[in-house]
């Protein structure tokens, strides 16, 4: 017999209602998991129970002296691969400024699409991965500063 993960039987501890109708069927039948379930069940009513802490003193300040910021730094890598890749692009239109204007009248129309279609796909893709990123970093931010607020309320 498969037996529950044990996501499915703290969630079926914390509120058995709104689970999905296999796991209450499976926990009807196993006694396995119906016995985890209910030593879970006794644990988060102690976990409630407990009271909660009361600091006599600032945890954030203490935690925040031992936090040193990370030193910003320039990113050279960066700014070369900006130069390198600039220089080399004037260089090659430079050097082939008179081929350029014939180079697209006698270009076919599927030959653009051809080209046209991966770059502009590429791109969107390129900018979703940034928008993802950019999402994450708000959302550790954001925790950050739901960690300070509560904190704050602590004391």
């Known amino acids: 017999m498969i037996h529950l993960s044990e996501s499915e039987v703290q969630q079926y501890a914390v509120d058995n209602n709104n689970v999905k109708p296999a796991v ?8 396995l998991c119906r016995s985890k379930a209910t030593s879970y069940e006794t644990l988060f009513k102690s976990l409630a129970e407990i009271p909660r802490p009361v600091f006599d003193f600032d945890v954030s300040e203490l935690v925040a002296e031992h936090i040193t910021p990370p030193k910003p730094s320039f990113p050279w890598m960066t ?35 051809l080209i046209l279609l991966p770059t502009v796909a590429a791109l969107i893709i390129q900018g979703f991965s940034l928008f993802k990123e950019h999402k994450k970093q708000m959302n550790t931010l954001n925790s950050a500063a739901t960690f300070n607020y509560l904190t704050g309320l602590i004391h």
């Open 79 to 113: 700014t070369i691969a900006v130069i390198m890749t600039t220089v080399l692009i004037s260089v090659a239109l430079i050097s082939f400024k008179s081929y350029l204007p014939k180079l697209f009248t006698d270009l076919s129309l599927n030959l653009f699409y």
């Open 24 to 31: 209450s069927q499976h926990m009807q039948i196993c006694k």
